[in-house]
């Protein structure tokens, strides 16, 4: 296998049961995990995934678990403390939205040593996914001494061998894969592809700033900020490549003009997904603030004291401010490590309505659309935002809000609340 050598894996794979069978209907994975998903306190386990298709007929499930979130029993074997994570998956053939059926399933166990938790662990499982189809794919990850699972969805889409799932991804140095399309830092990049019929690569940069999403209840145009790259330029591509992607902004590279799909991989800055700098802090201040407020800011001598500022002056104290900031900067960042596209999390319409919102208290996932559930006045009433799957060129992870003017005294009320220096929670 390809990427047998280049992936840790610290301990033997205990392979339980893999179920392969003519499609059928697909079971859904329970409504708890899915009330969860997005709910960064429901659960201490946070495993992270990428798709890499290595051949017509199959692909790779990529797995990072972190030894340390993980809670140790001496239950299990004598004289040895150990943690066990058990990992199912269910994939639904979706390439007919209107019939999905199931397409293949399977759990495998992990054992981890404590005394080997601060190493990291890497490992990948094949799965069945055959060329031109689309296919969801529900990974449920459960810490068996803890009892508790997180649950993730992944799209896979074999339509085409030139998008992002053709390549790997990973850094130079130690060929550890990135799970998220986003690079942190200078480090060198090493991307291998599936495709081996082209030996060149063609690179598009974007530097310019990505807008915001419009607000829930807008009903104009999207603004188009990826017409024209702001630079060009091609160098050769054998079986792999190493490159650094140092500024700021979103690259994407093609093997073939002709045809838009490529890999996209973005720079949002060396702290991403954390906000820390004074102009971050800031920028995702943009929900909440006035088009003059937010200039002002923006052309502040002491940009952190005009953001400290700006708190204190809806909060009212110190004490308060500093809360509000915590949760609304935590919003930001969840956003970001869930959300992350092409975009940066904070600047999709997911992220949007997660900083305002909060978590969903409910989510309903098919295979074209996200569903969130907010209930109101004790659970006697709801408000839902739609979120339709809108794959393109830059990522198979985009999604897009069904906007309806509907949602405007919901919006005005939430930023308002903000804005009055109180936390926005669904009551």
């Keep these: 296998m390809m990427m047998k050598s280049t992936l840790y894996c610290m301990f033997c794979m205990l392979v339980l049961s893999v179920a392969c069978s003519a499609p059928r209907q697909t079971v859904k994975p329970d409504v708890i995990s899915l009330s969860k998903m997005y709910n960064p306190t429901g659960t201490k386990l946070h495993p992270a995934y990428t ?33 066990l994570v058990n990992l199912s998956y269910v994939m639904t053939d979706i390439t007919d939205v209107q019939k999905p059926t199931l397409a293949d399933s399977g759990q495998v166990t992990f054992r981890f040593l404590r005394e080997n938790a601060d190493k990291r662990f890497a490992t990948q499982i094949p799965i069945k996914a055959e060329a031109g189809k689309k296919y969801q794919l529900a990974v449920t990850a459960r810490d068996m001494v803890r009892k508790e699972t997180a649950l993730t969805y992944l799209h896979i889409d074999k339509t085409s061998t030139l998008s992002e799932q053709n390549f790997l991804i990973s850094y130079a140095e130690d060929r550890t894969p990135l799970y998220k399309p986003y690079v942190v830092g200078d480090a060198t990049i090493r991307i291998d592809r599936s495709n081996n019929h082209y030996d060149s690569v063609y690179v598009s940069y974007y530097g310019s700033e990505i807008p915001l999403p419009r607000p829930s209840f807008s009903t104009s145009r999207e ?96 004490d308060k401010a500093r809360e509000l900031i915590r949760v609304y900067y935590n919003r930001v960042f969840f956003a970001n490590y869930y959300f992350t596209s092409f975009k940066p999390g904070w600047k999709t319409d997911r992220g949007m309505i997660y900083i305002i919102y909060g978590p969903p208290q409910s989510v309903k996932v098919e295979p074209n659309q996200e569903k969130w559930i907010y209930y109101k006045n004790n659970y006697t009433s709801m408000v839902t935002f739609t979120f339709d799957h809108a794959p393109d060129a830059f990522s198979v992870d985009n999604y897009s809000l069904q906007r309806s003017d509907s949602y405007d005294t919901f919006w005005r009320s939430a930023v308002d609340t903000w804005r009055k220096g109180k936390i926005y929670l669904i009551e």
């Design 51 to 83: 798709i890499f298709h290595n051949n017509p007929t199959g692909s790779l499930l990529l797995i990072k678990i972190f030894p340390t979130e993980l809670l140790y029993s001496g239950t299990i074997e004598p004289d040895k403390l150990l943690g």
């Design 223 to 318: 603004r188009e900020f990826l017409n024209k790259p702001d630079s060009l330029w091609v160098f050769p591509f054998t079986k792999a490549i190493s490159y650094k992607f140092n500024y700021k902004g979103i690259y994407h590279l093609q093997l073939d003009t002709m045809i838009d799909a490529g890999l996209t991989l973005s720079n949002f800055g060396a702290s991403y997904p954390r906000v820390q700098d004074a102009d971050q802090l800031i920028e995702s201040l943009a929900y909440l603030t006035t088009s003059a407020e937010y200039d002002k800011l923006k052309n502040a001598t002491n940009k952190k004291l005009a953001v400290d500022n700006f708190w204190i002056e809806r909060a009212g104290d110190l």
